[in-house]
C-alpha cells in the first residue's frame, strides 16, 4: 500500500516577486522537510521570474491575474483551484490576500491561516479605522494568525480585536550560511567601484514609497555637509530598482554627490554586495520584521534603522546599531557620521548583529515553528497519516 501524501499547504500573496515577504515563503518552503508538507504558491497578481528561488521542483506557482479592484472579482477562480488542489492549509498573507480567506472558506479548506507581515502602505501606523474593520470582518474565516513582529501582534489584539490565543508571533529567521561576514576569499561583486579604503553605507530592496529611500539620500548629502572631512572616503550604495530611484538619482545629481554613489539596479548577488558594506540602512516608513536587517546582521554590519514597526525589536540600540526618528534626515545624517569616524566601533556594532541572528534570528527556529504551528492544526485525518 502507498504511503499518503504529505498535507498540501496553499501559500496565497499578491505578487510572487522580489520582497521581503516573498523571501520569507521561500525560505519556509525550501526548508521545511518534504515528508511532512508539501507546497503551492498562489499569487493573486502575477508569478515572475522570483519563482526561480524555490529549490523543491514539485512546488507549482499559480497566478491568478486578478484585476485591480476587489477580490471577490477572482472568488469563482479561487474556489475551483482550491476543490482541485484539496489543501489541508491555506496560508494568505497581508490584507490583499486576506480576502481570499472566504473562498477558502467556502471551497472546505480546514485551515485558514493569516500573516500579517507588515504595514499597509495607507495606514503605516496602524491607525486605520477602516482596515481595522476590514480585518475584523474577515476574522470569522481565520483559524490563526501569525504576527511577524511584537508590533503587528499588538495591533491584531488591540486594535482589531483578535483573541491573543488565536496569534502566533514568529519572527523571521535568516540563512545565516549565505549571509555572512566578508571572508580574505570573497571577490568583488560585479561592477563595484568601489575602493577598499572607502566607507560604504548602503541599503538593499525594492525601491518604493514605504522603503523611502531617498531618506537615505538627502542624509547621505546632509552628512557631507556636516563632515566634509569626510568626502574623501564616505561612499553610498542604494541596490534596487522601483519608483524612487530615479528621484535618489536626480537628488544626488543635483546635490554635486552623483559620483560618490552607485545605484546599480536590482541584482541577484545581494549577499555578496552585503558583504561590501561597511554599514546597513533601513530609512522605511513602515516594517514589520524587515529580512534585509537581518540579512545585514547575518553579514556582520552595524544597522541604522528608523523607529517603526518591528525594526526597534531586531536593532539592539548602541549595541547592533542605532534607532532614528522616522523620516528625520538630521539623525540619519548625524548616524552615518558617527559611524563613519569611529569604524572600528561599527566593525564591533556588526559583529554583535551577527552573534545576535545566531542566537535569536536563525533560519531554525523560523522553520521549526512554523512546522509545529502547522502540524497542531492540521485536522487529525493529515496527523494520522503522517
Not at 502575477?46 to 472579482?73: M, N, S
Not at 550604495?237 to 554613489?261: H, I, M, N, S
Not at 523560523?366 to 503522517?386: H, K, N
Amino acid at each position: 500500500m502507498s504511503k499518503p501524501a504529505p498535507p498540501l499547504v496553499a501559500h496565497i500573496l499578491h505578487r510572487f516577486d522580489t520582497g521581503g515577504l516573498e523571501n520569507g515563503v521561500v525560505n519556509l518552503i525550501n526548508h521545511l522537510p518534504s515528508q511532512a508538507f508539501r507546497h503551492v504558491v498562489i499569487a493573486l497578481t502575477e508569478v515572475t521570474d522570483f519563482r526561480h528561488r524555490l529549490r523543491r521542483p514539485d512546488v507549482d506557482c499559480i497566478a491568478l491575474h486578478k484585476p485591480p479592484g476587489q477580490g471577490f472579482k477572482v472568488y469563482p477562480q479561487l474556489w475551483r483551484l482550491m476543490r482541485r488542489l484539496r489543501p489541508a492549509i491555506v496560508h494568505t498573507r497581508n490584507l490583499a490576500a486576506l480576502e481570499m480567506q472566504p473562498a477558502a472558506w467556502a471551497a472546505g479548506v480546514p485551515v485558514r491561516i493569516h500573516g500579517e507581515h507588515g504595514r499597509d502602505v495607507e495606514d503605516l501606523d496602524g491607525s486605520s479605522v477602516r482596515h481595522q474593520r476590514i480585518r475584523r470582518l474577515y476574522s470569522p474565516f481565520v483559524h490563526r494568525y501569525v504576527a511577524l513582529s511584537q508590533d503587528l501582534a499588538g495591533y491584531l489584539s488591540g486594535r482589531v480585536g483578535i483573541a491573543p490565543g488565536r496569534i502566533e508571533q514568529i519572527y523571521n529567521g535568516v540563512n545565516a550560511d549565505r549571509f555572512h561576514p566578508r571572508t580574505a576569499d570573497d571577490a568583488l561583486p560585479e561592477g563595484w567601484p568601489f575602493a577598499g579604503d572607502h566607507f560604504v553605507v548602503g541599503t538593499v530592496g525594492r525601491m518604493q514609497t514605504v522603503k523611502h529611500q531617498t531618506l537615505l539620500a538627502r542624509a547621505f548629502v546632509r552628512a557631507l555637509a556636516l563632515a566634509p572631512d569626510l568626502r574623501p572616503r564616505l561612499r553610498l550604495a542604494l541596490v534596487g530598482d522601483g519608483p524612487l530611484r530615479a528621484a535618489c538619482t536626480q537628488l544626488l545629481q543635483e546635490t554635486g554627490a552623483a559620483d560618490l554613489a552607485w545605484l546599480p539596479g536590482e541584482r541577484s548577488d545581494v549577499p555578496a554586495l552585503m558583504r561590501r558594506l561597511n554599514a546597513f540602512v533601513l530609512p522605511s516608513l513602515g516594517e514589520g520584521i524587515s529580512n534585509t536587517i537581518l540579512e545585514a546582521m547575518a553579514s556582520g554590519l552595524p544597522v541604522l534603522a528608523t523607529a517603526v514597526g518591528g525594526n526597534p525589536e531586531l536593532v539592539t540600540e548602541g549595541v547592533t546599531g542605532h534607532i532614528v526618528p522616522s523620516d528625520d534626515v538630521e539623525a540619519l545624517a548625524a548616524a552615518l557620521v558617527a559611524l563613519a569616524r569611529d569604524p572600528e566601533r561599527a566593525a564591533e556594532m556588526g559583529r554583535a548583529g551577527r552573534a545576535d541572528v545566531e542566537r535569536r534570528f536563525s533560519l531554525q527556529a523560523m522553520v521549526g515553528a512554523y512546522q509545529q504551528l502547522y502540524a497542531s492544526t492540521m485536522p487529525g485525518r493529515w496527523r494520522e497519516t503522517r
